[in-house]
């Protein structure tokens, strides 16, 4: 997913003109492709989404709005932005971290590290949850130890913290690594010649030159980490008022036939993700030359 | 600044040594060349020299100063990579601004910094480019600004790497032609590595022969052209062929047939005939060498005919072909040997 990202990026506005040109299908051939991939968005996609606002809308704009009043909905609001506020400045710290040390420096296990990136892709969140459950929790291995010192990890915030930093870690590094390696080092090795300092280089030559492929790392990390469920269920313990995000809140009102709250809440976070993607697509729109020139030398 | 390397290795893992010991003595205000085949070691030298790459063993000196342990950043090189390495978000005024701006306490005011890279861009003949970016310019004019971005800080030393390598032909021919001009304009000591002969020939004052991380020689282009101390550089440098010959006497001998070549002291035993194309000429003597031209072609220096020598070993010379001749393929020829350099071993 964060690939196909970066191939929209660097295809940037397509000077060729109409793709009709190039490809030689048969005009029925390609409406039909055109065709079966517009009713699978439309009902995939756009279909619940709009069932999502049209049950969250169904009682009116004063109950929608009454679904917000609640205390319980705040704090979970409040917890999940509180949660996606320190999770991405740390992902962007670890992306970071991660993709400058595969991209520009040859080490041994550089390839276990990569597929380590990868690792929260292919496990299941609520196996992520478990084991921090495992090592932190009440009978895990750190437990006693914790318990001892004072310090509450699960059901709490920063097993919250914790789980989704685990689940949101490759969506940052991903974005940056081929970028990076695309990029090699003589930029910075041009800078260090010029006499300019390791933190100036960084600020100045390095993150310039990946600003784009960060912006967007960070603009999904932000969605999964304000959206994750799985890993965040097991760890939060779904205390009310405390332990419980956006997401969590959605499916105890949803469990508590309270439709209408649950849509509301649904839609806020449905809202939060068509935010992200506009933002993309406009930032997208807006410097599409910068993007392509980011991309060449 | 004299620039001098002594006895430099530098290996990578377990690999055969990029430099097996190079010494190298660059002099104040020179142009040289590092010239070799791909892989002969020269980026590796030219990063030593710059400190982007620490020597295994050996020493760098700038002047009488030891630069070997100075950090980069403090070792006052200008450095041109192949790939120009411009920063791509920068405009080209700030490009060439960045290494005058970082400078920390000694940073120059903002009307010293804007006037010197007016001067420089004057310099590399792209005054109207300031407020470009490297993307909205052509690989030639993206070369001129890394290379008025090197000199900005007024490096002990300027090194570029290949930084012509990917440059189309007729570029090539004008920014070698810039670069000798700035260099003659500020008397800068200047490295540049290629691996093209023609453009060390012509851009260089002395040329340096790298292979597999050794230095084979150091000349002027025509020392190392007219009097090659190796087999090695009198192949890479300049048109030739070989023949096998055998040294007995002091004279020169091709399948029995005395050459009028000098044995030149050689010791006795199979040798190495290494021939320009002029060395070898076309003659009537019916007791000449004979053979059959393969092949006729147009070199940059004039005609070329490949002439495959009757006889068991079918040896192929290359024979210049004097204005006014006519020679076709298939044709038989007689062919006279009148100079040429004998090296020890076989060909
Ligand atoms: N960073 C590196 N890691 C491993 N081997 C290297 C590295 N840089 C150069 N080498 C090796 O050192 C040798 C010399 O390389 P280089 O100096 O780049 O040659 P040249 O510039 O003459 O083509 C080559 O065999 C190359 O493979
Ligand atoms: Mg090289």
Known sequence: MPAGILATLKGGPDP????????????????????????????????????????AFRGGLRTYRAAFQDPDALSAIWLTLTVAAIVVPLNMVFGLAAAWAVAKFDFRGKSLLVTLI??????????AGLAFVLLFGAQGLAGPWLADAGIRIIFSLPGIVLATVFVTFP????????????????????????????????????????????????????????????????????????????????EILYNEYNLVGAFAMASLLAGLALVTLAVKSFLEWRYAGSIASASAR | MQVRAIGIVKEFGAAAAALAGVDLDVRSGELMALLGPSGSGKTTLL????GLEAPDRGRILFGDEDATTIPVRKRGVGFVFQHYALFRHM?????????????????????????????????????????????????????RIALARALAVEPRVLLLDEPFGALDARV?????????????????TTIFVTHDQDEALEL????????????????????????????????????????????????????????GVPGEGGRDGPAALYLRPWDVAFTDSDTALAGTVAMVRRAAGGRRAEVKLDGPGQEVVEVGIPVGRSVARGETVRLEIRGGRIFAGRP
């Not at chain 1, 060729?16 to 040109?21: L, V």
């Not at chain 1, 051939?29 to 995939?44: S, T």
Request: proline share 5%; hydrophobic share 45%; with cysteine.
């Open chain 2, 204 to 259: 260089a004052d002395r040329v340096t022969i790298l292979n597999g991380g050794r230095i084979e020689q150091t000349g002027t282009p025509d020392e190392v052209h007219d009097t090659p101390s190796s087999a090695f550089v009198m192949s890479f440098v300049g048109e030739s062929t070989s023949l096998p010959v055998r040294i007995l006497d002091g004279t020169v001998r091709f399948r029995d047939r005395v050459l």
């Open chain 1, 171 to 250: 969506f940052i590094a991903r974005e940056l690594i081929p970028l990076m390696q695309d990029q090699g080092t003589s930029d910075e090795e041009a800078a260090l010649t010029l006499g300019a300092p390791g933190w100036r280089i960084f600020l100045r030559v390095t993150v310039p030159n990946v600003k784009w492929a960060l912006l967007y790392g960070v603009l999904l990390c932000n969605a999964r980490a304000m959206g994750e469920f799985g890993a965040v269920a097991v760890v939060s313990g779904h205390i009310r008022g405390l332990t419980n995000t956006m997401p969590l809140h959605v």
């Open chain 2, 47 to 50: 990063r030593v020299i710059a």
């Open chain 1, 16 to 55: 060729a003109g109409p793709i009709g040109g190039v490809t030689s299908e048969p005009a029925l051939v390609r409406r039909l492709l055109i065709g079966i991939a517009l009713v699978f968005l439309a009902f995939f996609l756009v279909l619940p989404l709009a069932t999502v606002f049209v049950e």
């Open chain 1, 118 to 127: 990868d690792l929260p892709f292919s496990v299941s969140p609520v196996v």
């Open chain 2, 91 to 143: 405009s080209v005024f700030e490009n060439i601004a960045f290494g005058l701006k970082v400078r920390g306490r000694e940073r120059p005011s903002r009307d010293e910094i804007r006037s010197r890279v007016t001067r420089l861009l004057a310099l590399v003949q792209l005054e109207e480019y300031g407020q470009r970016r490297p993307s909205q310019l052509s690989g030639g004019q993206r070369q």
């Open chain 2, 172 to 188: 090539r021919r004008d920014l070698r032609r810039s670069l000798r001009e700035i260099h003659d304009a500020t008397g800068q």
